[in-house]
């Protein structure tokens, strides 16, 4: 999957974007458990309406990240850190995401 950086004052990435073609909000907890070292400390529950645009919060090596689907409704999501600086970390989530693949909009590994 393609990725994007998104980049703070300083033009350093904090975060990246992902194209949500096919990619549900549901697939996006099941990325970040294939991340060592991660821990998945909030994610929107099943069967729930889309409540607040950050919907999954994580920790990856003591440092937190948010995913958000900016404006409630956009074509990607945004992954970043929280507070939104550069870190080690961000390679390892961007690698997770990188690598995921599609099949007909269900999570394939």
């Known amino acids: 999957m393609k990725t994007t950086d998104i980049p703070n ?4 990435a904090v975060g990246f974007g992902v194209r949500r073609n096919f990619l549900l909000r549901s697939s996006v907890p099941k990325i970040v458990a294939s991340i060592p070292g991660a821990t998945i400390l909030r994610k929107q529950r099943r069967f729930r309406l889309a409540g607040s645009d950050d919907f999954c919060e994580f920790v990856v090596n003591e440092k937190h990240f948010l995913v958000i689907e900016p404006f409630g409704d956009n074509d990607q999501f945004w992954v970043v850190s929280e507070p939104p600086e550069p870190g080690p970390q961000l390679a390892a ?3 997770a995401f990188a690598k995921h693949r599609v099949l007909f909009g269900l999570y394939a590994g």
Not at 9 to 12: L, P, S
Request: proline share 0%; glycine share 14%; hydrophobic share 15%.
């Open 9 to 12: 004052d300083g033009r350093r």
């Open 93 to 95: 989530v961007r690698n």
